[in-house]
């Protein structure tokens, strides 16, 4: 036996293993942020200046009638604004806050606003540029990992639909559609085995809430019927035929269900997609319990091509190579040999 208990994971083309290795411990203490104040500017809370006079003295001879206090006099000169919101946050929490305001805007221009929004939190442009640029680096490594995690548990769960789920006004608002459905696929979950990943996401022109998701539905685990249905896009502005479901209809509003063939690229179109709205919007990726990046399994001399990767820390297998179980003997790799290997994250 070469490599005991490596994690394995598939890249699209490849199984790919990682070896086990034991690393120490350490302790390593986050230092805590200074906390600073700031300033919510309000528009149109800057002092205004009247140009004029509320009521204009009417000049009849009798000044001494007609003559204003100094305290009037001053109320009608000047309108104060009321007094600026101030908070308590760490430096960091105001990136994140800048960062997430100025999301749509193109990287250059987003970065500027960010130095702009920070500006005067720093005593020195150079120590502004070196924080700012940390954090945006910082954003970029977590959405690459974001990712590699994303496609890593698809390829291992088997996803076979990927479905959009639209609610009627008749049957929710916003805020019902996104508990019910929750709450339905959790359910799914638990009973029928389901699995799914998936993003929130509002359509560009009316700003409507839906779901979109790939889904791993075992073999008559299906709820409700599906049938095929032909309407009119307001999208394509044709006619177009899709597949929807019977339950989610009479519950949510509209389904949408296409099938994922492995052989034809779907799952990856499927991916790619996911990946352009959660780096484009920041969005977040939803999880079902029972995805894993990695399933484990021992590996024999005889399965290994070479080593890969940075500092050669990975193996390369062959497509056809054996699985085993602490010394159990699993079979060749496959969808059905993968099912019952331990895994993890």
């Known amino acids: 036996m070469a490599y005991g208990e490596t994690k394995v994971y598939f890249d699209g083309s490849h199984y790919i293993a990682i070896p086990h290795t034991e690393r120490l411990k350490r302790y390593r203490p986050k230092p805590v942020e200074e906390k600073i104040t700031v300033a919510d500017d309000n528009e149109g809370s800057e002092t205004v200046k009247a140009t004029e006079p509320l009521i204009s003295p009417v000049s009849d001879g009798n000044d001494d009638a007609e003559q204003l206090t100094g305290e009037q006099t001053d109320e009608r000169q000047t309108a104060k604004a009321p007094p600026k919101n101030e908070r308590q946050m760490t430096k960091k929490e105001l990136f994140e806050e800048l960062y997430k305001k100025y999301i749509d805007l193109p990287r250059a221009e987003r970065h500027f606003k960010v130095m702009d929004g920070m500006e005067p939190?720093?005593?020195?442009?150079?120590?502004?540029?070196?924080?700012?640029?940390?954090?945006?680096?910082?954003?970029?490594?977590?959405?690459?990992?974001?990712?590699?995690?994303?496609t890593r548990k698809a390829r291992l769960a088997g996803f076979n639909y990927f479905c959009t789920f639209t609610y009627s006004d008749k049957l929710h608002t916003e805020q019902s559609f996104k508990k019910a459905l929750q709450t339905c696929l959790r359910n799914l979950c638990f009973r029928k085995d389901w699995k799914y990943m998936g993003v929130?996401?509002?359509?560009?022109?009316?700003?409507?809430?839906?779901?979109?998701?790939?889904?791993?539905?075992?073999?008559?685990?299906?709820?409700?019927?599906?049938?095929?249905?032909?309407?009119?896009?307001?999208?394509?502005?044709?006619m177009q035929t899709t597949v929807q479901n019977t339950y989610f209809n009479e519950n949510f509003g509209r389904s949408d269900f296409e099938t994922v063939v492995p052989t034809e690229n779907t799952l990856e179109n499927e991916l790619a997609y996911l990946m352009k709205y959660i780096e484009k919007d920041g969005g977040k990726i939803v999880y079902s319990k029972g995805l894993y990046q990695y399933f484990i399994s021992d590996i024999m001399d005889e399965d290994i091509v070479c080593t890969i990767g940075q500092e050669d820390k990975k193996l390369l297998l062959f497509d056809d190579f054996n699985c085993w179980d602490e010394g159990l003997y699993m079979g060749k790799v496959s969808p059905e040999v993968i099912a019952q290997m331990r895994k993890c994250n």
């Open 200 to 238: 929130w996401e509002r359509s560009p022109e009316n700003k409507r809430l839906h779901f979109h998701g790939l889904f791993a539905i075992p073999e008559n685990a299906m709820v409700g019927m599906l049938f095929e249905k032909t309407d009119y896009s307001f999208k394509t502005h044709r």
């Open 121 to 150: 939190y720093f005593d020195t442009i150079e120590q502004l540029k070196w924080y700012v640029d940390l954090g945006f680096e910082r954003k970029e490594r977590n959405m690459r990992e974001r990712r590699v995690r994303m």
